[in-house]
């Protein structure tokens, strides 16, 4: 018989599986992205945020020298053909995996702006050249490149532009100038990486580990969700990897961990863990259903439609508020917005939460409740 999990159960190893348990944080930024494979990423500000809460110690300029400097991680377009942070070395099987699919997926999206294929293959090599010869260039300057030779670049025809030749693998982003971030080729940005090669075969099986790795105990419509990917070929990576699953009941419904995370179980409770994830972070991302981890008459808090994603304080893997920051003179507010009125007991935590936010930023802050 399965072992049936309870809901504090179920949370509990999602908490460590995301690495948000100190007892499984990671020391560096890229050791973090390697374990959990992928990271949300459409806001580059947020994602680095949601490194400091799986880590120790890191400051911002530490993520931005592991992404820029030691090239340990890559920003660019992956899972459900959205931005993510994936590991350097991964780079090319997960292109190989995604780009056709997200390229075929956007079709009709490029006929609505204009952009035949004929159009993006031009795109490409006309950024391919340029970036090769000038280096690092922002968006802007890319669609200054593009337009003289007739190629539309208002609206969002220059974003899908980029997108098609970094799944392409001709691109991504690069380091960042001013605050704005750059284009580089790929090829020239990874060249002292040398990149794993996964068969067909192999693909479903290695992703399906990664996922249950940072997302366990989780179901493959959990999987499907999460990877973008049908839920046959879901289903087919779970049965891969199935004599190192132990099968499990969450919340009434089958699900699936790897064997290795069931000692995790055996730990006896510790301080309540209280964590400040940013907006669209990888834990609210991660299964069909956020069910689990915010009470239905407070989803809206977090999910209020549009495809935004608020940012969320956790405690003990369960949201019990959103918060917002604020400038106030020299320092940074973190305003929290409870659902009910907060536990005395998770003030001390959620005070060292927003110092340590304080000390990874660089800035002085403040705590309002």
Known sequence: MPRRLTIEQTRQLRLRAQ????????PGAGDLIRQIGALQAQELPSATLAIRARTHGLTVEDVRQAREVERSMVLTWAMRGTLHLIPAEDVGWL??????RTIRSSERRYRQLGLSQEIREQAARLLRDTLTERGPLTRAELAGVLAPHGIPVAGQAMPYLL???AMQGTLCFGPERDGDLTYVVLADWLSAVPQRTLSDEQMPAELARR???????AAPADFAAWSGLPVGWARAGFESIADDLAEVEARGEAAWMLKEQLAWLDGAPGAPVVRLLPRYDSYLLGY??????????FARRIHPGGGLLHPALIVDARAVATWRTQRQKNRLVIAVEPFKPLDPAIIPPLEAEVQDMGRFLGQETALQV
């Open 288 to 297: 069909t259903s956020r069910a689990f981890m915010v009470d239905d008459a």
């Open 163 to 165: 997108s098609y030749a």
């Open 19 to 26: 690495r948000l348990h100190p007892a499984a944080a990671q």
């Open 211 to 217: 996922y249950l790795d940072a997302y366990g105990p």
């Open 95 to 100: 292109l190989a995996l995604y780009g056709p």
